[in-house]
């Protein structure tokens, strides 16, 4: 039974204090924040802002857009409200992720995302104004020098001119943004609350309680019964929504539709990459070039089928470890100390931050707790540390966790430091390239450690399901996700017929001839997540993708290292694609993904070595 969270040994959980002593003053200072235009206590989100707002500072700037000295006081109180209500939200979710049943905690939560939607309803003129500009005043405006720590902002606003509406609609597209969001809830609903399942039985006829957070554990179990069992009942149970998970899936895709087409995009897709620059062809020179690898993944299946020894290869083989698992069994002050070392290529002020940061500043909340958020994340904000979010039990994949979140928080970490807070956030592009930088550093030590051959092979497979399952996978699901917006664009209704049809086809391709597809199969894209994201998934391939190209650069030159710590120190203070063609990888070409798949085959004939 998980711990209660006070009898977690303080050092051991992450030091939120350091924002707000206690809840108290977070209080007092949520009171400061919220404004002077309501009462003391926070109204409804829905209420009519323009009468009666709570930042009447702001809407003092109303029509004033084309002076620049009104425009940098105007950025100067938007910006300073913004830092403030992101310190208020990050103390609060930090908190309710520590007991997601405390009711102080859902109520402190509520309150603050219910005042950054009143923020960002009574802030949502300000781009529609600039908008409104003729083109040469507004040329003028950004050009201005008192203007100058904002240009980059303003340009990233200004690319958005054909597709801004005036200020009344805006306030009504920012107004409709709950209402269109209830596919996504209720898909949540459904899938994390409401959805049971048959146990899962393995083979000597022993029942397990199946859910989405055992699943994969089972699917990684040496028992093929207990793994067939979990992969049938579990995808049983969906289908047996399939009407409805299919209408909700089509909602969201038709919301998506709607603001491209509001906001005059000729695709959901370009409506999606377009705000981040992100060109049309990084999305499908990524399909392209994963499609030209397919072969290997096909020699995989194969492998992995000839190694297990098996008849014939299911979905539900694909997770269990070719190799048996390291017998780690690291305590967290090994797994930290393993974190720390393995950055030494970065140099010594990067390894040395990191280390205060895991050993002194209790940046990470390492054990689980009863009612505790599960999995694990890397937060914070322009004013505190970065958090890290663990339930460490020890696992390889438990220390590689940490080195993948301790990635995050170090590109968090410096990109605060080296940049003003309208540029401190990195783009979500560039956002697994630093965490899985860091893994791969990990490894890689691990790698020169490796006692035997079977040590070896066990990390080796490890890498290899890391593309396998971040690459190839998360490209299938990219081509599938890009093919119900085509549908959606065309006016063809989705259906789960239709829907179930194309994922089957789509995993015969990637997978290829070997693979014995169960038409429970089908039904999974019912239960992926990901696909109520508005195209996201496919950038977890590009960012392992760019992760490795950056990482043999930077092991095997120093000013490569150099432009990658400038990367990382870089936040948002360029478009995500030139960020990474600074610190050496053109990903608008087809070489980041082409070099990661040929390193996947390296890895497969690594891998055979070891195992002959």
Known sequence: MAKNRNE???????????????????????????????????????????????????????????????????????????????????????????????????????????????????????????????????????????????????????????????????????????????????????????????????????????????????????????????????????????????????????????????????????????????????????????????????????????????PEIHIYDLYVPLVEEMETNMDYSEARQAVVDSVAPLGVEYQNSLKKGLLEERWVDVYENARKRSGAYSSGCYDSMPYILMNYQGTLNDVLTLAHEAGHSMHSFLSRRNQPYVYSQYPIFVAEVASTFNEQLLLKNLKSKAKTKKELAFLINYQIEGIRGTIFRQTLFAEFELQLHKWAEEGIPLTPALLKKHYAQLNREYYGPDIALDPELEIEWARIPHFYYNFYVYQYATGLSAALALFQKAMGNPEMRHRYLQFLSSGGSEFPLDLLHKAGVDMRKTEAVDAALGYFGDLLADFKKCCD
């Open 8 to 310: 977690i040994p303080l050092e051991d959980r992450w030091n939120v204090e350091a924002l707000y002593p206690n809840e108290q003053v977070w209080k007092e200072d949520l009171a400061k924040v919220q404004g002077q235009g309501q009462d003391s206590s926070l109204k409804p989100a829905n209420q009519p802002q323009e009468k009666n707002p709570r930042w009447p500072q702001l809407k003092h700037f109303k029509g004033r857009l084309s002076d620049p000295a009104a425009v940098a006081s105007l950025f100067e109180s938007y910006l300073n409200l913004q830092r403030k209500l992101d310190k208020l939200h990050t103390y609060a979710h930090l908190r309710l992720d520590e007991d997601l049943g405390n009711d102080h905690f859902k109520s402190d939560f509520g309150l603050i995302s219910s005042l950054i939607h009143d923020f960002q309803l009574e802030t949502s003129w300000i781009e529609p104004e600039f908008m409104s500009l003729n083109e040469a005043d507004f040329q003028k405006l950004i050009s201005h020098s008192m203007l100058k720590p904002y240009r980059f902002y303003l340009e990233k606003v200004g690319r958005m001119r054909p597709h801004t509406l005036s200020p009344e609609l805006e306030e009504l597209m920012a107004l409709s943004g709950k209402a269109l969001d209830t596919s996504y809830r209720a898909f949540g609903a459904l899938n994390n609350a409401d959805m049971t399942f048959p146990p899962a039985v393995d083979s000597k006829g022993n029942e397990h309680p199946l859910s989405n957070g055992t699943y994969l554990s089972y699917l990684r179990s040496p028992d093929r019964a207990l793994r067939k069992s979990a992969f049938i009942n579990l995808h049983k149970s969906f289908d047996a929504h399939a009407n409805t998970l299919c209408e909700l899936i089509q909602g969201q895709v038709q919301s998506h539709l709607f603001f491209a087409r509001a906001r005059k995009f000729d695709s959901c897709l370009n409506a999606a990459l377009f705000p981040h620059q992100i060109d049309r062809s990084v999305y499908e020179n990524l399909i392209a070039s994963v499609r030209r690898h397919l072969p290997l993944m096909h020699e995989y299946i194969a492998l992995r089928k000839k190694t297990l020894k098996l």
